[in-house]
């Protein structure tokens, strides 16, 4: 969180013509918070591994990805985690799922979030993640993403060609550039400083940032369950987007918890209950 606070303040100062490279800092930076003592904890008590996932566009090298693992149940559970966040955000959803039987619950902190080192992180590390565990540790039955990591567990599967028996998207992010532009409107970047940054991006990692949109990325079948969970005065993924997604893909089922927010919704005890009870109705 100080490295943010640092690039906002040096973005302040050199607003009239900021540098390229601090926007893209600015950007694909994830600031990290503390874990309290009760994930500190819940850490203690968990399996650790780690798998490698290799960053196409930064680095180009292997970062390592820390993977936390609860019980070891024949059911397979993956969290991910959304941006800025790490696998103990979800503390309150793993006090409960250790509660249902013959699950093994997986989470794990995404390069450049948490404990997991990397200096930038981005939508496809994410992604690739989510596709690095399920190809070397264990095929998820059951994948949960909040934010972000809705998006990227869309994105991993397709490219899996895996229809696990149960999807769940919490506050699912669904346009990336429309996103970007809140965070770069939140510290005043100008129309053409945005341009420049949007123009930028599509020589790094080949597409515009438009491409991550996924009312058009979307392709599985109608068939899979997949139950969406979303707050209808989130403003960090809007209303007004989800429901062009929900409407283009009637096969969603999608429930509005309000006055949760965007963060808290992982909090929420209505929210956990709706999950357990669909993980628990599973055969």
């Not at 850490?43 to 693992?69: E, G, H, M, P, R």
């Not at 068939?223 to 960090?236: E, K, T």
Request: some cysteine; overall charge negative.
């Amino acid at each position: 969180m100080k490295r943010l606070k640092q690039i906002v303040n040096e973005l302040k100062l050199t607003q009239a013509a900021p540098e390229a490279a601090l926007l893209r800092e600015f950007i694909f930076y994830s600031p990290k918070m503390p874990l309290r003592l009760h994930q500190e904890q819940l850490i203690a008590a968990s399996k650790q591994f780690s798998l490698q996932v290799f960053d196409t566009y930064f680095t180009k090298a292997n970062v390592t990805i820390n993977c936390f693992s609860w019980g070891n149940g024949n059911r397979k559970v993956l969290l991910t985690h959304g941006w800025a966040s790490k696998a103990l955000d979800f503390y309150e959803l793993i006090i409960e799922l250790q509660k249902i039987e013959d699950l093994e619950i997986i989470a794990f902190d995404a390069p450049g979030n948490g404990s997991s080192v990397s200096e930038f992180s981005n939508l496809m590390l994410y992604a690739d993640s989510v596709k690095s565990i399920a190809l070397n540790y264990a095929k998820p039955d059951v994948l949960i993403g909040h934010s972000l990591g809705g998006m990227a567990n869309v994105i991993a599967l397709q490219a899996l060609g895996l229809t696990p028996h149960l999807l769940i998207s919490i506050a699912p992010l669904i346009r990336l550039k429309e996103n970007f532009e809140q965070s770069l409107n939140s510290v005043n970047i100008g129309a053409k400083d945005q341009d420049i940054f949007f123009s930028n991006f599509a020589k790094e990692f080949p597409v515009p940032v438009s491409h991550f949109n996924l009312t058009e990325l979307y392709e599985l079948s109608p068939d899979a369950d997949h139950f969406l969970a979303y707050d209808p005065a989130d403003h960090i993924s809007p209303y007004p987007f989800l429901k062009e997604f929900l409407d283009k893909y009637p096969a969603i089922s999608a429930k509005s918890f309000e006055d949760v927010g965007h963060y808290k919704i992982l909090k929420s005890a209505d929210v956990i209950e709706d999950i357990v009870q669909r993980i628990q109705s599973l055969h």
